[in-house]
């Protein structure tokens, strides 16, 4: 049985052509297994390359207002899994500013997620330490790690309600925020896996905008400049092409802006709102 992908956007368009970005890079590598975008917003959702699974907004928090991004995707993923459990037993979670470069099918079994090592979750940072601190671990306790994240369906499962928890109380905290800031939700996932004991293989899978790398994914939530060429995807207009980067760019960048490319020529004649 394939690997099903899941992300999660609200209703933004910023994140509707990442949307269909992803999607279609999805489709290009011909990845196994289904692609669901979890959609956590009032306004319809657009047309979609995959399947949507739609929910009210997570963000602002229903109960406390706290206005942060990432509750869509705890709550989206834990009302997914309530209410429309997918059939595939291994799950490959992304954020939408991800793309395929080649296929990605590696079932996982219980209690043996993957996940993507993330230098800036190190718990020796001070920083880092002071969220530890805050909230009663020791560095030999979490994993620094982030997404992409491969995990079953029935650990995802038990992690969610655990997941909102230790990221509410992480942003309810005025130093734990202060210090976690917008990587709250990952030091409310990681602490969550501690409390179940839930050990990941740490991995090298996607490779940033930024740097050479030869990995299944490219993550393009930093800026890439060369020279006087830059491109942000702050800046970019949905389905613009985009001035081939010059010799010496890195090759995720290379890569990403020929995804781009290709699919504004697809998309040349057709009204992007």
């Not at 997941?163 to 602490?191: H, L, Q």
């Not at 985009?242 to 890195?250: L, S, V, Y």
Request: charged share 25%.
């Amino acid at each position: 049985m394939h690997v099903h992908t899941v992300f999660s956007v609200d209703g933004s368009r910023f994140l509707r052509w990442q949307s269909d970005l992803l999607a279609y890079s999805h489709r290009k590598v011909r990845q196994p297994g289904p692609l669901t975008r979890i959609y956590s917003a009032h306004n319809k959702p657009s047309v979609f390359a995959g399947r949507t699974f739609r929910t009210p907004p997570y963000s602002p928090h229903p109960t406390t207002r706290d206005d942060y991004a990432p509750y869509n995707r705890i709550g989206g993923l834990a009302e997914w899994l309530e209410t429309s459990p997918p059939k595939e037993s291994t799950l490959l979670i992304l954020d939408p500013d991800f793309v395929f470069l080649r296929p990605f099918d590696e079932p996982v079994k219980r209690g043996r997620p993957v996940a993507q090592e993330i230098g800036y979750m190190d718990p020796a940072i001070p920083r880092n330490a002071k969220v530890l601190q805050r909230h009663g671990y020791k560095a030999r306790a979490v994993q620094r790690m982030g997404i992409p994240l491969l995990i079953h369906r029935d650990d995802l499962r038990a992690l969610v309600p655990l997941w909102m928890e230790k990221t509410m109380a992480i942003r309810d905290d005025r130093v734990s925020r202060k210090y976690a800031n917008w990587i709250s939700d990952m030091w409310g996932y990681v602490f969550a896996a501690a409390d179940l004991g839930l050990r990941h293989e740490l991995r090298n899978l996607a490779g940033w905008i930024d740097q050479n790398a030869d990995l299944p994914f490219i993550h393009y939530c930093h800026d890439s400049a060369v020279g006087t060429w830059v491109w942000t995807k702050y800046r970019y207009k949905a389905w613009k092409a985009i001035p081939e980067p010059p010799d010496g760019a890195p090759d995720t960048t290379v890569a990403l802006v020929s995804l781009l490319n290709e699919l504004a020529r697809k998309k040349k004649h057709r009204v992007i709102i």
